[in-house]
């Protein structure tokens, strides 16, 4: 077995490949993208950090590869689905260098409040200017930090520990788990109102993409101060300029930018603006951790089959997944599906399997359903081996309850969850060998397949609603490749289940619910 090491890695996972038995490792950091593709072929696995780009090509290149180790946690820079199309297991080493970056998180706050950027280069320049580089204080100050996961939460900690005030905004984590913590969890408006500095921990998702731009810098104290230390383009970094130019933010420190290395970005003009390359995670601690475990984790995987920390591949053995396939599937999109259903934070999950299931270890299924719940939440941080710990942090308590009578069907998972505010069931089946379907959302029955763009839509049952919703993608070019009316239990309300060949844009959603007939349409990703 070949393993290609394409980024620095620390030279102890290097040991680790050179002395597990029947492993090759080679070490060729910083090639073109065309090299790598040209030599790819030769290897059963490549181990990278930030900088290799896994696109499709390099998957249709790498013919041996079985598996892409990611020393840290981002995979921002790998093609996920077209590694699962190439039946390539990709591992990332979630917890190793969380500590690390919080703590740069911290420094660069520090950093920004007493200006040692500044006051470190003007003397080198020769220069003593004490009067100049006044600074700021940070005790008793409000320290506002957005997403209260790994990195998130140990950021509010050691503020904590600085006499820092620490608000929280994190919708997807329960205010009681945060106020558990010791920490106010508080609106997106009123963090941005009432915080003098604030620090930002999400990951880059469709829904945090620009998240902090003109409009929230309006929102925002006079002098607030901001750090970004989780993904380039959370930050609109235009917007930040023109922020920072007009004074309304004082300071900002950013180690992420919208292109790495940023070209000729006008932020590095402004004497209040420092900034780190990506050093989040550069400590040697950091980076023995990842180091260690990625090298561990292809070890076994090239040596045993065992899989750990895949954000694409379940953990279970050959022979189980030939008999759960399906229905980890189903899991998979039922929990996506829930995800985009409900709103608020997530208290309770409850997962019931009805009839025949008899002798199955169901458990990889339940992660399934919660790793496709989490996923569009936490992106890529999500496995099937970290889901229910994850969804454990989040504070959502999970049962599972088996039960012989499936309804009309052979078999039927039903998951019901409970957010602080709206519950919401679904129902879904497997269909001879391997034909997942949602059959029940609440009350509605239909019979939908989970997969591609689609949209659910609630309708009034009068002459004429079908029509325009038809018109109305039509006029704007969407192809609607299957429609679905599903009726509801007792009542006389309808549901409409559309997918389409292309995803619908806001503007058309917006279009669709402006129809006279049409109560509520929910645009779905599955
Ligand atoms: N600079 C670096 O070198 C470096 C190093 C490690 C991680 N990171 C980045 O740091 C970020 C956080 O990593 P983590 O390990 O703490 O992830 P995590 O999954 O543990 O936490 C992310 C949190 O963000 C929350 N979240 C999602 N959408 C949100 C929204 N719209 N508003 C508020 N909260 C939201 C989630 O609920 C979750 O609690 C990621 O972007 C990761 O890629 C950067
Ligand atoms: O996602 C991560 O782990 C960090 O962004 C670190 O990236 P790096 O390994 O390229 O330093």
Known sequence: MKVLVSDNLGEIGIQMFQEAEGIEVDVKTGLAPEELKSIIGDYDALVIRSATKVTEDLLEKGTRLKVVGRAGIGLDNVDIPAASKHGVVVMNTPTGNVVTTAEHAIAMMLSLSRNIPRGTSTLKDGK??????????????????????????????????????????????????????????????????????????????????????????????????????????????????????????????????????????????????????????STKEAQTNVAVAVAQQIIDYLQTGTIVNAVNVPSVTGELLEKLGPFLSLGDRMGCLMSQLICGPLKQLTIEYMGDFQGMDLAPVSTAIIKGLLAPMVKDMVNSVNAPLMAKERGIKISETTSADAEDYLNLIRVYAETTEMNTTLAGTVFGKNDPRIVKINNFRLEMIPHGHSAIIHNQDKPGAIGSIGMCLGKNNINIGRMLVGQEDEGDRNIIFLRTDTSIPDSVVEELRNLPLVNTVIPLEL
Request: with cysteine; glycine share 10%.
């Open 128 to 281: 003593w200017e004490k009067k100049k580089l006044q600074g700021r204080e940070i005790f008793n100050k409000i320290l506002g930090v957005i997403g209260f996961g790994k990195i998130g939460s140990i950021v509010a900690d050691r503020a904590r520990g600085l006499k820092m005030q620490v608000i929280v905004h994190d919708p997807f984590v329960t205010p009681e788990r945060i106020e558990k913590a010791g920490f106010e969890s508080v609106s997106m408006e009123e963090l941005y109102k009432r915080a003098d500095y604030i620090t930002v921990h999400v990951p880059k998702l469709k829904d945090t993409l620009g998240f902090l731009n003109k409009s929230a810098f309006n929102q925002m104290k006079d002098g607030v101060m901001l750090i970004n230390c989780a993904r380039g383009g959370i930050v609109n970094e235009a917007d930040l300029y023109e922020a920072m130019k007009s004074g309304k933010v004082a300071g900002a420190a950013l180690d992420v930018f919208e292109t790495e290395p940023p070209e000729n970005s006008p932020l590095f003009e402004l004497d209040n603006f420092i900034c780190t390359p990506h050093l989040g995670a």
